[in-house]
């Protein structure tokens, strides 16, 4: 009886509600102005985990239905309304509502009346939530930016609702005036435009039938919808172990290194790591302890199932909670008799994130992120729940297990969301509360300049001032030329009166064969040259020395990189008469030949994949010895002469896939297969595909490189270390420098000359507060220590004492050296690349304790300004005075005028012993020699 008058009275408070909405206006909005008061005052205490007194006040059906005390609420009558008379009781009577902390205020209660008065309205699907305070204080900040909404939109654009069980998350996400964003779903008006096709449950759409219609979205004057597909929804689709049940593995953490995933298992069962063996994990599951790891009798009483919810011991605790989709799916898999997937199975073939980018101000702020995966049937899902997601800087921005981010510390954050083998990553900026901040309006040369500016302003960071003409002359010459410049160099640069004087410079230092020396010192290190005794482990003197001047013609004649490296992967015959076969005898194993190619040519690290999928990048093992397979067929053969190999193309050998033991056709990195004639060469193809625009990875990563040069750290950092989980700090920066080198032919100098005329390179590095702590927004220029080749070179000129290195002519440069085995004890204290592996680390650019002991106390510095004699003949030769001596040992080593301070301390100095004057600045030398500000690029 009393169920009956509940539906009844329900129905009836339903119809009540239909007809307030369309008799009367309504002037109150649910959103904005009731939401808000129930979740902080009344929420908290009624919502299915705690309902006091039978009270649930989440829910329209739920207020309607009331709790012990009978009815909660009267859609259309405020004064037969509990609720409203619970919330207007006086503030010392024992029922008021709510009883704890300050009641309502009188323009709450007004309006909560209207709005019972004016039908209650409620959207359909939306659901109450108990708020934290600082939830609350996001959700003000809100309510008063709502005016300065530009735009809305409907996250994803589109939506493809396939077979009945399919459904999708609905984001509307909003962008203010000021560029921050914020995830406004809970609080829009969202219909679908014809209910007859899709419905809307908590902000989930569902299908009903086939057909076509759209999502409408309305929010504070802003309007945005998005097309609806629906097909299949009167069929269902089965479970499917490798679509579904293994996607609950990876969520759930079963098979990470740390559980099942490991190599030998855990607690007796194993699972391949991140899902690698399918077939294997199958397996295991179903043919491993029959009976008792699934039971299709009894699917609830399967061990796997059991252990999963932590009802029977489990090392690893509770995996899912009971009735949830995980479980549900389990059980139906088991249910069905753990059907195994026919070949034909769809296949996942990438994942998208939503929103793809957020500037979220202040702290507590919170944005549901989606992914949707697409399948090779051209089908695609919501894969939000079985997504693993992490944040790489958790105290600035942290995502939960469903993908809810939640912004903490000014900062920024990439939120990476991995599914199947697939990773991709959203990026989260957060910004303080109410922070003064004004767009500055900076000069701009170039393009550079202008995305990274844009970047900065989503930061609020303020740009250093540009950097003085001695900071800049001295900048520019050590980053392309690798020198310091000469006393008369600083001053006629900055006597020079013509506007564009340091475009000029730029373009006078890139025409010397010193910039040419420069880069070709870098690339000797990527490709490894350096000797060895031993045929079998390398390359001879000899041949380095010959490889070594292959490279440096080419770049000296500036061939376009592409086409050197083209050159260099498909070479063969003679390693003395075609030098660059030595790449191919510098490493001469086939796995590491692989990995090298790919980390020196499109910065990828790929060696996971040898033994399992990339745990954090898109690599697999397929990818892996489908890219080894262009690289199984080299031959080599000796000559009469012991220093010589002859590198070949054999024709036979195949990469072996070692789960499957099948043989692996040769595919492109992140590409397809390619046909490739009987006869022809793999790496041949290989290399025409590499050093193409064809090939995405190549010119970002040689953009990368020589920004990072430039700058003392990547876009994309460490420079070798690209992948989805560490991603480029301005994408859209890389992305156009890529795409420019492609436009300029593959022509080096001209992206050095667009890097060094843009007012990015050409900041100061003096800090403000905002850009302080900045190291990746290139807000400021770094702070770099010298490399030890220029430390080297840069010491040997200012003292006038040349070097001797083997293989070289008395005065060449360090730079010039053109074999990694030949060093010397400063070279090696400094850092230098032995060349013995690809990896960018192997250049130690890090200040030590040893490096300034041997400025200090070795001879490098002290017996230098001996032989040199500096600064005696500027004494007893020239006859200078002290302030022309002193103001000349500054441009020599700082690049700088010398201060009045520290002039008339040196002055006085002198004065005081006259007799020793030589010795005082000789002294002075020395200690500018061993200052900071000497060995390191400012």
């Known amino acids: 009886m009393n169920r009956s008058l509940t539906r009844i009275s329900l129905s009836l408070a339903t119809v009540g509600v239909a007809t307030a909405l369309s008799a009367n206006p309504v002037t109150v909005d649910f959103n904005r102005q009731i939401k808000p008061i129930l979740e902080a005052q009344c929420v908290s205490c009624h919502h299915p985990g705690e309902d006091k007194g039978g009270l649930l006040l989440d829910t329209l059906q739920g207020m309607i239905k009331g709790g012990d005390s009978g009815t909660s609420l009267v859609p259309g009558q405020p004064d037969k309304s509990e609720i409203l008379a619970r919330v207007m009781l006086p503030h010392d009577d024992g029922d008021i509502m709510p009883p704890k902390g300050d009641p309502l205020t009188a323009e709450q209660q007004a309006l909560l009346k209207t709005w019972i008065a004016e039908g209650a309205n409620w959207p359909q699907g939306v659901a109450l939530k ?68 899709a ?43 490798n679509l579904d049940v293994m996607p609950i593995f990876m969520a759930a953490g079963c098979n990470g290194g740390g559980c099942h995933g490991s190599a030998r298992g855990k607690d007796g069962f194993m699972l391949s790591l991140f899902g690698y063996d399918p077939d294997g994990d199958y397996k295991r599951i179903t043919r491993e302890l029959a009976g008792r790891r699934v039971n299709v009798a009894l699917p609830e009483e399967s061990t796997l199932v059991e252990k999963s919810l932590g009802t029977v011991p489990h090392s690893g605790n509770e995996c899912f909670a009971p009735g949830s989709e995980f479980h549900k799916t389990m059980v139906e898999w088991i249910a069905n008799g753990v059907p195994k997937d026919a070949k034909e199975v769809a296949t996942v073939t990438g994942i998208e994130i939503f929103p793809k980018m957020c500037v979220m101000e202040g702290q507590a702020e919170t944005q549901q992120v989606t992914v949707r995966a697409s399948y090779s049937d051209g089908t695609d899902r919501d894969v939000t729940n079985q997504v693993v997601f992490s944040s790489n800087n958790d105290p600035c921005a942290s995502v939960s297990k469903l993908g809810v981010v939640t912004s903490h510390e000014r900062g920024e954050a990439f939120v990476l969301a991995r599914f199947s083998t697939y990773s991709v990553v959203s990026q989260f900026i957060v910004i303080p509360e109410n922070l003064k901040y004004e767009r500055p309006k900076l000069v701009e040369n170039n393009y550079i300049d202008t995305l990274v500016n844009d970047k900065l302003h989503k930061l609020r960071i303020l740009p250093s001032g540009i950097c003085s003409d001695q900071e800049f002359v001295r900048r520019v010459y050590i980053d392309v030329v690798g020198l310091l410049p000469s006393p008369d160099e600083v001053k006629n640069f900055v006597a020079d009166a013509n506007p564009k004087k340091r475009e000029a410079l730029i373009d006078q230092l890139l025409g010397r064969k010193e910039f040419t020396e420069m880069w070709v010192m870098k690339w000797s ?9 031993n045929a079998n482990e390398g390359t001879f003197y000899k041949n380095v020395l010959l490889y070594y001047g292959w490279l440096q013609e ?11 490296v083209a050159e260099l992967l498909s070479a063969e015959g003679s390693t003395i008469a075609n030098p660059p076969t030595n790449y191919y005898q510098t490493e001469r194993d086939t796995l590491l030949v692989t ?41 080599r053969k000796t000559t009469d002469d012991p220093r010589e190999q002859i590198v070949f193309d054999r024709g036979t050998g195949n990469a072996v ?4 033991k099948a043989a692996v056709m040769p595919k492109f990195l992140g590409g397809d297969k390619p046909e490739i004639a009987k006869g022809e060469d793999r790496r041949a193809v290989m290399a025409k595909w590499l050093a193409s625009d064809q090939n995405p990875f190549f010119a970002r990563n040689l953009s990368n490189i020589t920004w990072s040069h430039f700058f003392g750290v990547g876009i994309i950092d460490p420079v070798d270390d690209v992948r989805v989980s560490n991603p480029a700090s301005n994408p859209e920066l890389l992305a156009t420098l890529a795409g420019k080198l492609s436009e300029y032919k593959y022509d080096f100098k001209r992206l050095v000359r667009d890097i060094c005329n843009s007012m990015t390179y050409q900041r100061s590095t003096k800090a403000n507060e905002s850009n ?11 702070v770099r220590r010298l490399r030890a080749e220029v430390l080297a070179d840069a010491l040997s000129n200012v003292t006038n004492v040349p070097m001797k290195y083997q293989g070289l002519p008395l005065g060449a440069r360090a730079v010039q050296i ?26 130690k650019m890090d200040p030590a304790l040893g490096q300034a002991l041997h400025f200090i106390n070795g001879n490098a510095v002290h017996d230098n300004i001996k032989k040199g004699k500096v600064v005696a003949d500027m004494v007893a030769k020239d006859k200078k005075s002290d302030e022309e001596i002193i103001q000349e040992l500054f441009l020599r080593s700082l690049g700088r005028d010398v201060r009045p301070e520290e002039k008339a301390a040196v002055i006085k100095q002198i004065q005081e012993v006259p007799e020793e004057r030589v010795a005082v600045l000789e002294d002075v030398f020395w200690a500018l020699l061993n200052s900071k500000e000497f060995y390191f690029n400012h």
């Open 525 to 533: 290190e990527l490709l490894q040259m350096h000797s060895v005794d």
């Open 818 to 843: 053109a074999d990694g085995s030949v060093s010397d004890y400063f070279l090696t204290t400094f850092g230098r690349a032995q060349r013995t592996t690809v990896c960018s680390c192997e250049v």
């Open 199 to 241: 419905k809307l449950d908590a902000g989930v759409l569902y299908p009903v039938q086939d057909g076509a219609t759209e999502i409408q979205v309305a929010y504070h004057g802003k309007t945005a919808v998005a097309p609806v597909k629906v097909v299949g929804a009167g069929t269902d689709r089965p479970v499917s172990f």
């Open 595 to 635: 990995e090298n190619v790919a980390q020196v040519f499109m910065g990828m690290r790929i060696q996971c994949a040898q033994c399992h999928n990339h745990p954090f990048d898109q690599w697999t093992m397929d990818d892996y010895y489908g890219f080894m397979a262009f690289f199984t067929q080299i031959g």
């Open 554 to 564: 080419r770049l000296a004649n500036n061939v376009p990189l592409n086409e050197v």
């Open 130 to 197: 108990a708020r934290s305070k600082e939830e609350l204080k996001a959700i003000a900040r809100l309510e008063q930016k709502v005016n300065r909404i530009r735009s809305i939109e409907v996250l994803p654009p589109n939506f493809n609702l396939e077979t009945k069980r399919d459904k999708h998350r609905v984001m509307v996400f909003a962008t203010f005036d000021d560029d921050t964003t914020r995830d406004v779903s809970e609080f829009a008006e969202i219909k679908v435009a014809n209910g007859q096709f």
């Open 772 to 782: 302080e702590n900045d190291k990746f927004n290139f807000a400021k220029a770094q």
């Open 657 to 660: 896939h070692p789960v499957t």
